[in-house]
């Protein structure tokens, strides 16, 4: 791979040196490029909540997205400010904390908070403190009917469009990408990061900083649908979540019980419906309107 000089100052970025074999031969010793993972640890009120394994970028709306999707708080208004840590103990801590301040009126019980939500890792819910934690209701199941319907021909273009917005992993091979789209395919926002959850979290908080309603919108994601990304999206209202790859049997069993549309296996001309398939338009009135 040819490397370029933006390459290098790149923070999503790292050069490394690496070998390779082609059958029993060895080839030159050359500079590989890497996804950077490194730990963001947040900070509510000076108290340390979470430590999310993340790729450097968009370290706010990780934030924003991670407090609403985790249910921490119930709207984005009662976030005061946010902001990168300007004094850090390690010089490896720099640019990685950061501090939410909250507004006057808004309480929550902190202590209680960091036990049942301290984490370091790259799945949203291996870092609960308790399988209650982690199987928490979501605000209530989504409105039917709703007005949003989805034709099968927009489902169809999204892996493409989710493509273009995945920089990094085309040099990397390394990062998975979640994108917000309008109901009829307009692309709103893609966000690549190593953890998939990450992905959902800097949509959510992008569209938090702007807002954006999410009642109407669908995320798409590059990989597999486990339950935290089934859980982030109920929580927040988003009514269609599609994919790639396959879900799992509790993404499937939460999409359900909430009145979420899930589509998976968004390949071609072929997708596979687990739950709220009313949303989405026949495939011959789709492909004759496409």
Known sequence: MKLESDDLEDERFVPVSRSAWVGGQPEPETLDLVAREEPLELRVGGVPIAVVMRTPGHDEELARGFLLSERILEHP??????????????????????????????????????????????????????IDAAMAPTRGRLPRPDPIQVELSTLYALPEALSTGQQVFARTGGLHAAGLFSSTGQKLVIREDVGRHNTVDKVIGWAAMRGVDLADKVLMVSGRVSFEITQKAAALGIPVVAAVSAPSSLAIGLAQRTGLTLVCFVRGQRLCVYSGAERLVPATHALSSS
Do not use: F
């Open 77 to 130: 208004g009662q976030i005061a400010s946010i902001r990168h840590c300007d004094t850090v103990s390690a010089p490896e801590a720099e640019d990685n904390v950061m501090l939410v301040r909250l507004r006057e009126d808004c309480t929550i019980d902190l202590a209680a908070l960091r036990r049942n939500l301290y984490a370091s890792s790259s799945c949203g819910v291996c870092g609960k403190a308790s």
